[in-house]
């Protein structure tokens, strides 16, 4: 059984920071890319961004500049460092990670159950 759990989320001012994790745990034999979503009241879930298992990054235009992606996979970790946080940076941040529980098997999708993130003054 695999799980995956955010933390981090809070109510910060504009221009604040937050750092949210997102850890996996359980039958996991590999982990390939690991991503970030988001979804605001009203809206779709959006990508943030991801990382592959050897660390290259990609984030969207609208976080370019003021988020960053991590990842520490000794720890099986992934991190959404957010800087100069807007009020429209206000959603439930969710983790999206592909993992294996075999040896070589294929990987699918696993979800976190979210972080709210609220950005205002």
């Known amino acids: 059984q695999v799980q995956v759990v955010e933390s981090g989320g809070g109510l910060v001012q504009p221009g604040g920071s937050l750092r949210l994790s997102c850890a996996a745990s359980g039958s996991i034999s590999s982990i390939g890319p690991m991503r970030w979503f988001r979804q605001a009241p009203g809206k779709q879930r959006e990508l943030v961004g991801f990382i592959t298992s050897g660390g290259i990054t990609t984030v969207v235009d609208s976080v370019k500049g003021r988020f960053t992606i991590s990842r520490d996979n000794a720890k099986n970790t992934v991190y959404l460092q957010m800087d100069s946080l807007k009020p429209e940076d206000t959603a439930v941040y969710y983790c999206?990670?592909?993992?294996?529980?075999?040896?070589?098997?294929?990987?699918?999708?696993?979800w976190g159950q979210g972080t709210q993130v609220t950005v205002s003054s």
């Open positions: 999206n990670a592909d993992i294996s529980v075999n040896w070589n098997g294929p990987k699918r999708g696993y």
